[in-house]
């Protein structure tokens, strides 16, 4: 039997195809209009302005790049960092991918009924570190405070906005045949991280997140290569999802080499374990970046001269080829099929 | 059907062992190999020690693979 | 030695590709009999480094694929009664049984806890002592020692409110079955490493001695996979077929003892229902005598609408190695991995979910033919 999808599952949340399912099914068609149909990391809204030149008056047309993202995560505390972190960092980055500065940011809360003060000051004293290692500002914010049990601990919504600097086009529908494709560090931190920390199954030790801001990486990253063309923070889904999904929206096939995806060798050994494919964990202080096959080796260079970019390497390339796809070549020589996440990963024994 | 992984037995305690790969460390129950040791390896399903992996063979192997390799490239 | 890194260097598959790619007889029909084989063999493209007389068919070792439809609705409606706590691992979640999954049941509010060891599942019961604990126990020879270690912990904690739903399975009976069936064409079967670790190479002598069929007990790296798909080929056109260790480092002809005697004194071997397939005869476990008081079948009354089967499904003739998963009028369309009919597509190592995301001739994305194999 089809199991029907009559209610909304975890699945749906997991950000690979049933997510999006929902996101087309649901939300998109009644809320449709080009903006949000582009479906890059934010939105890029433009505002038409006028400046006063020798000439006379000439349109001006400021980009503003607008984000929102809501932050869920159990347990609110793990190796690395914890919710409010992420949801400064999250945020921030979102913003980064569309080629905006990021500037100003919202924090809404919703908060249980039972919740020690001493978590949620722990939690806006790493909110306040974040922003600060970002160089943002959080400038408005709500709070709720709703009855035991109708949320988990902590819930936080932040939106933000900044500017996308003119002539600066990023968007994951303008990639190329003949593009490098790069990552920026090892894979999986944070999934694992917060995985190990919510349910042990039987591990002793941590693993460390490894969410952090990208903006300040990013902006090196346009310094070198002001012809970037894509740029994707692989959180749910992992990088295999976000492959997907950048192979779509440009419709192109991308491929990928296995012995070049960094991992480190704990997150390895815990996905081994576990059953886990590492190309679909959550990242988030990681990014993707499509360029010029030319201005690779530059671009590496410039990131591995941040601190959030020292483990950058090229990773595969976007070939010819009619079909949009990922496909992956072995260590062993093989080809295989990459594709987006079906539902949530669960730890199996087959 | 089998998702086992090998992982060196790092210590041991009765029945509970603590197995190590890649650095990350993992409780194992050692009941179905009793003869296992530190520094042994063994492989890791659902929380157990299955059996116990040995490593002559392993090297064995290894070097029947890799002599192989050898007669390929002459 | 690591037991890993040293092989997967790329260097050691040569050797093999290079002879199994002079290989230019008639065409061979070699049989993966387990799940995880059938993934491993999609995950690192092997198929596509053979050549086209060497065939791949996929058999039944899957054990979640073959879980029928009766013992998921079985599990699912154990779930859904207010204070019980159904615990299973996570390879079941989403797989369909007549009218709903774990996965559905769990999000209309049942208590299902997904876990990595059955250990967490005593653990489980000892901190809820006002709830019934079951236990899912699904997985073939691999997995039943360990189930039937926790089991043995439960009676020796007198555990009164743990309870045992057993999906067990053997496999060397099913391979018999298979083989007599004559639905099959198969030349080679590439063993499970794993559940041979338990069971040692033995069960298999049968095999090649009564069905002339060459077996190699395989472990999963990519290495060991040609490796055995060289010595099978080679059997074949030499015409002795026997039973070889290839994953010499992990299994003893002996297989472990201890976990045999284990799983003697919880479990008892009866016949079982194997979805596509029907019942096979000494493969499935039951709990003894001394641990029946643990069946949850036995002991916690449920009510089961009728079963019924999806219509179209081919899950049974894929299982048996007769179709391939392009040949199932299903696949693709209205079965896929998010909304899957049969299990074949939703189990993390079912021949059609491995065939579908991997496959670079008919996987996602593809605009391919159904043909057989990459």
């Known amino acids: 039997m089809s199991v029907s999808h009559s209610r909304v599952l975890l699945a749906h949340g997991s950000g690979g195809k049933l997510a999006s399912e929902l996101l087309s099914t649901i939300f998109l068609p009644p809320f449709a209009n080009p903006i949000l149909k582009t479906m890059d990391d934010s939105a890029v809204c433009p505002f038409m302005d006028e400046v006063s030149t020798s000439g006379g008056k000439e349109p001006l047309e400021i980009r503003v790049a607008f984000t929102t993202d809501s932050y869920v995560v159990k347990p609110l505390f793990f190796p690395g960092g914890d919710i409010g972190r992420l949801a400064v960092c999250g945020t921030v980055n979102d913003l980064s991918m569309v080629g905006a500065n990021p500037r100003y940011l919202s924090a809404a809360f919703i908060v249980e009924e039972g ?59 303008l990639v190329q045949e003949g593009d490098s494709v790069i990552l920026s560090g090892p894979v999986a931190n944070h999934g694992i991280s917060v995985l190990l920390e919510r349910e042990r ?51 192109v096939t991308i491929r990928i080499f296995e012995e070049k995806i960094p991992i480190d060798p704990d997150v390895a050994g815990a996905c081994e374990i576990l059953g886990y494919d590492p190309l679909y964990v959550a990242n988030e202080g990681k990014l993707l970046a499509f360029v010029p096959r030319a201005e690779a080796p530059l671009v590496v260079e410039a990131m591995r001269s941040i601190e959030q970019g020292r483990g950058a390497v090229v990773i595969g390339e976007v ?30 024994i087959c | 059907m089998c998702l086992a992984v090998p992982a060196k037995v790092v210590s041991l305690e009765g029945e509970k062992a603590l197995v190590e790969l890649g650095g ?46 050898k007669a390929e490239v002459a | 030695m690591s037991f890993v890194e040293e092989l997967r260097l790329p260097d050691l598959v040569r050797p093999f590709i290079r002879k199994i790619a002079s290989y230019e007889g008639p065409p061979i029909h070699i049989m993966e009999v387990c799940g995880t084989h059938t993934v491993a063999i999609f995950r690192h493209g092997l198929k596509g480094l053979l050549p086209p007389a060497v065939k791949l068919l996929s058999g039944p070792g899957c054990p979640v694929c073959v879980t029928p439809n009766e013992v998921i609705d079985r599990a699912i409606a154990l779930a859904a009664v207010p204070g019980h706590i159904l615990v299973t691992f996570g390879d079941m979640m989403k797989v369909p049984g007549s009218y709903s999954s774990l996965a559905q049941a769990k999000a209309e509010g049942a208590d299902v806890r997904v876990v990595y060891s059955p250990l967490e599942s005593i653990q489980l019961a000892r901190e809820n002592r006002s709830k019934i604990v079951i236990f899912f ?8 020692p360990t189930t039937a270690a926790c089991l043995v ?41 794993h559940v041979s670790a338990i069971i040692g190479s033995k069960p298999y002598e049968f095999i090649a001695r009564d069905h002339g069929i060459g077996c190699v007990v395989t472990g ?3 290495v060991d996979i040609l490796q055995a798909l060289s010595l099978l080929v080679e059997m074949r056109t030499s015409g002795r077929p026997s039973v070889v260790i290839g994953y010499r480092r992990a299994v003893r002809p002996e297989g472990n003892v201890k976990a045999q005697e284990l799983m003697r004194t919880v479990f008892s071997v009866g016949s079982s229902v194997w979805r596509g397939i029907g019942e096979i005869p000494g493969t499935g476990l039951s709990l003894s005598d001394e641990y029946e008081g643990f069946c949850a079948t036995r002991h916690l009354d449920v009510k089961l609408r009728p079963v019924r089967e999806a219509a179209g499904c081919s899950c049974g003739e894929i299982l048996r190695g007769v179709k391939s998963p392009p040949e199932c009028r299903l696949f693709g369309t209205a079965c896929t991995p998010e909304y899957p009919v049969g299990p074949c597509m939703v189990s ?17 994305g593809s605009g391919g033919s159904s043909e057989r194999g990459a």
């Open chain 1, 319 to 348: 070939t010819g080829g009619p079909d949009a796809r990922v496909l992956m070549t072995t260590r062993i020589g093989g080809t295989r099929v990459v594709d987006m996440l079906s539902g949530g990963q669960f730890p199996r």
């Open chain 3, 137 to 144: 126990g699904v997985g073939f020879e691999t997995t039943a």
């Open chain 1, 201 to 251: 199954m039987g591990f002793v030790g941590t693993v460390q997140s490894d969410v952090a801001p990208l903006n300040h990486l990013v902006s090196r990253m346009f310094e070198t290569c002001p012809n970037l063309r894509a740029l994707r923070d692989p959180t749910r889904g992992g990088v295999a999802t976000s492959l997907v999904e950048i192979s779509r929206q440009s419709g």
């Open chain 1, 115 to 173: 919740l020690p003060t001493s978590c949620l000051r722990r939690v806006v004293g790493s909110m306040k570190k974040a922003a600060r290692e970002a160089g943002v500002s959080i400038v408005t914010g709500d709070t709720k405070v709703v009855e035991r049990g109708s949320v988990d601990g902590l819930f936080i919504n932040t939106a933000g906005i900044g500017l996308v600097p003119p002539g600066r086009k990023v968007s994951g529908a």
């Open chain 3, 348 to 364: 993390t190592e079912g021949t059609c979910a491995a065939w579908y995301r991997y496959s670079p001739s008919t996987g996602a």
């Open chain 3, 220 to 222: 999963f790296e990519p």
């Open chain 3, 153 to 193: 912990e439960a009676r020796s904690a007198s555990l009164r409110n743990y309870f045992f739903l057993s999906a067990h399975k053997l496999v060397p009976p099913a391979i018999g079955a298979l083989l007599t069936s004559g639905d099959v064409h198969v030349d080679g079967l590439i063993c499970p490493g």
């Open chain 2, 24 to 69: 990350i460390v993992h409780q194992a129950d050692t009941r179905l190999v009793p003869e296992v040791k530190v520094g042994d390896y063994v492989l890791l399903h659902a929380g157990f020690a299955i059996e116990s992996l040995d490593e002559g063979e392993a090297l064995e192997t290894l070097r029947l693979l890799e002599e192989l390799v």
